[in-house]
């Protein structure tokens, strides 16, 4: 991708980010921030449901827009409920999708990337990416229960910067500190571009 086009991207994403974080702080119930937030969390699922026949996601896209619609019917505008319940949401059926790889008899999904990718696999590495599957299924789960306990404990606009602001960095960071640690500890895996975890990513059906 060229420095301009990712330079865009980057820029683009940033400034969802800030106008998603001021939108819940200070704007939670406002029918824009409803459309800002939940928008794009339901329309690529309407999509992978209708168009790729993803049934899980065209039932979490029904689920999500009924309940939007008996939320705004009922007259209830307190949305901070349903923010928490969509990015716990996400990152439960993220997880759910690295640890049902896990099971017996199953390839573990980044296992199953990774041997798209790479022309030698050892075992070795068939071991490290099986270690990192489970260990983005741990990710996952912190993330849900950081949001619970400071949805409980801490006031709103602190929940609002964590979803918005610091679960893309902690995301981020978890994708850098592993890069760096994956080959120091395993050097025989080969340099690959992000376009080509993409298309395994999509090759693999996920």
């Given at each position: 991708m060229?420095?301009?086009?990712?330079?865009?991207?980057a820029a683009a994403f940033l400034g969802y980010v800030l106008l998603s974080w001021s939108l819940m702080t200070w704007w939670p119930n406002s029918p824009w921030a409803v459309v800002t937030l939940l928008g794009p969390v339901i329309v690529p699922l309407l999509v992978a449901g209708?168009?790729?026949?993803?049934?899980?996601a065209l039932a979490g896209a029904l689920l999500a827009v009924a309940l939007l619609a008996g939320l705004l019917y009922t007259g209830n505008t307190d949305m901070?409920?349903?923010?928490?319940?969509?990015?716990a949401s996400i990152h439960a059926l993220l997880g759910w999708?690295?640890?049902?790889?896990?099971?017996?008899?199953?390839?573990?999904?980044?296992?199953?990337?990774?041997?798209?990718?790479?022309?030698?696999?050892?075992?070795?590495?068939?071991?490290?990416?099986?270690?990192?599957?489970?260990?983005?299924?741990?990710?996952?789960?912190?993330?849900?229960?950081?949001?619970?306990?400071l949805y409980l404990l801490a006031p709103w606009p602190w929940w609002a910067f964590f979803c918005n602001v610091l679960t893309p960095l902690a995301a981020a960071l978890f994708f850098?500190?592993?890069?760096?640690?994956?080959y120091w500890r395993h050097p025989e895996?080969?340099?690959?571009s992000l376009a080509q975890v993409v298309r395994a990513w999509r090759a693999s059906g996920h």
């Open positions: 060229p420095h301009w086009r990712l330079l865009a991207v209708v168009v790729k026949g993803h049934r899980l901070d409920r349903l923010y928490v319940l969509q990015h999708g690295f640890a049902v790889t896990l099971r017996p008899g199953a390839t573990p999904l980044i296992t199953l990337l990774a041997e798209r990718i790479h022309r030698e696999f050892t075992p070795a590495m068939r071991a490290y990416t099986r270690w990192l599957t489970g260990l983005w299924v741990g990710y996952f789960v912190a993330m849900i229960v950081v949001s619970f306990a850098a500190v592993e890069h760096v640690l994956r895996f080969e340099r690959v």
